[in-house]
């Protein structure tokens, strides 16, 4: 495993050169302490499953409550939320969603949820948002369209880690930003009112915490390929907000949608890619059933997630430094396998960084979206690649040693 520490003379050769994020004028906090601090592997953290919980399309979340964290996961395919005491390791609630009566929830592919508190819960559906308590019992179906028929409009915040509930409204990342063609706008968050289905959709600006936002908007728009749109991560909520893209070596600390702070969090060893790379090789591809994420198998150094822990301690990033070719048989073709990477760490008191090399060969590591991590204050976890046991599931654990 190696530690990397920035050293002030690498701090001073950044000044003077300057880094692709230089153009925010936030506050920069790229400056560092001599004070050496150790990211170590912490072992493995699991957590048991019943006969018929799997982690097939799972979406893990770690959520505090009153000063205790949660550990829960969503199993699209039995249409259930496993809830677990964290510290405890031990299953706490099954949220069983019904298909028919009064407690239907209608989904598509995926089940993502928020946990407001533990009998109150969020649920996004095929068009609908929903509200249940811990007995899965549907409270309030909360954005029902007007007429009957699919919309593309339809649920246009996203449920995730960084979404959150206040005053009658849900507030998280939009459905639309940076889309292809004109599609969408340069908005990255909204919020919906679920008694009106009232939305605001202009909360943060793109060009807040992107770099040239404008050219990279006219390069996906004068492209002669459907692009996959740019990867932005959040962590945290709208209120107090941690985010930054795949081609970023910068974070960007929000409040309510003002810029307030930007940190350098990246590796002064490995050069990530620019925007115009990193795009061309990942596309979208119209299918017979819909719309496929074609991704070269090659991918240029680039990060692949954005987490913070409860306690606001400590953001992580996962970078892919390089990645090789994997034939799937459904798709006819390779997809980019991660070959290396490491996690980086930023302490949000005092502005150390440090790293560590990740054991890929043993870790479920995609090479864009990582849905199979999440963070705790014990630090960052992420799915092991085998599974010791059907009976229960395990995540490696890498954090700041103790």
Known sequence: MRLTLISFCALLALCSCGTKDSTNEAESTATLTTKVFKLVDKGTKSFPLDFES?????????????????FSFSNPSTKSINIYDYEK?????????ANEGPNAINLLFTLDFVIHSLDSVFIKGYQDYYLINNKAEVLKKLYNPKEQVYRTDAIPVYLTQATSYRNGKLIGPLKYSLINKGKGNSYFWGTIDLNTAQGSFDLLNAETFIPNYGDMKTF??????????????????????????????????????KLVKTAYLSSPDIEITDYKTYLSLNRMEQLKNGVQTISEPIQPPHFA?????????????????KTKGRYVETLQTETPQVEEALILVYNTQSGETSSIDLPVEELSLRANRNSNVFASNAGLHILTKEQASENRVDFRVFGVED
């Open 54 to 70: 799997s982690v097939d399309r799972p979406r893990f979340r770690l959520d505090e409550i009153e000063g205790k964290e949660y």
């Open 220 to 257: 996906i728009e004068n492209s002669s390929k459907k692009l996959d749109p740019l990867r932005v991560n959040f962590a945290g909520d709208y209120t107090d907000l941690v985010t930054s893209t795949g081609i970023s070596d910068s974070i960007y600390f929000i409040k309510s949608g």
């Open 305 to 321: 997630g954005l987490y913070q822990s409860p306690n606001k301690k400590f953001v992580y990033r996962i970078l892919i430094n």
């Open 89 to 97: 390791g031990e299953q706490i609630n099954k949220l069983k969603l």
